[in-house]
């Protein structure tokens, strides 16, 4: 039930879904009370204004993103350890794994071993679905590193985890299993604030190897580098509103976390 909820209540509070409650608000006084339908149509004009421009999706993006960007080259470590998130299973009409807008995850984690920072890859991850009879995702990232030249011996999977917690919690009985003490934790850069205060919490050594970065110096600096630029991110954009959200899920995230006592 906590899993379902975590999905579904944010839903209400995402740029989006607040503008359609916003909206259906305003159709209702319409009808009962007229005067008043203007005051949630407005704010749900604001919202979307402000979602869907670029500073506001860069600025949140960005204040998650460059938190824990390495200071200096990544160190050696005992396994790298790869959350999921990144990975579609192979269903019709799919011939094959594919990946999510976080598959920059696998291949980093792939980039990783071959560069030698570690011998082993853990692969946490099961798969959220209401349909009976899909595969852990463990099994779709495995299929992946080892389609891009990681050997299949140098891949443990974690089947079990359905979320950030669970992810720390599974992968630390196989840290201790092994006599593994220092590892390195792979997954989207805006997931790795939370991800990292949940594995401390979890007292488990890691070093932040985030990937995946949308908002680069580049883009941050291209924000204002014309006025006719400026002027076309004031504009909102449904990618801009992807991040925003995304942004936005990562904060409430890290918010029910502290309350379920996981960071």
Known sequence: MFLFLSKFLPLFVYPLGLTTLLLLGGLILAWKRPQLALLPMGISVIVIFLAGNAWVSSLLVQSLEWQQIPKKELPEAEAIILLGGSTRVPTPPRKTVEITEAGD??????????????????????RITWLKNSPPEADSMKILLTEIGVPEEAVIEEKQALNTYQNAVYTKEILEQRGIKKSLLVTSASHMPRSMLVFKKQDINVIPAPTDFTVTQLDWEQLQSTPQVTILNLIPDAGRLQQTTQALKEYIGIVVYWLKGWI
């Not at 696998?106 to 991850?125: D, F, S, W």
């Open 105 to 126: 995850r696998v291949l980093y984690a792939a980039h990783l071993y071959k560069e030698g920072k570690a011998p082993l890859i853990i692969a946490t991850g099961g």
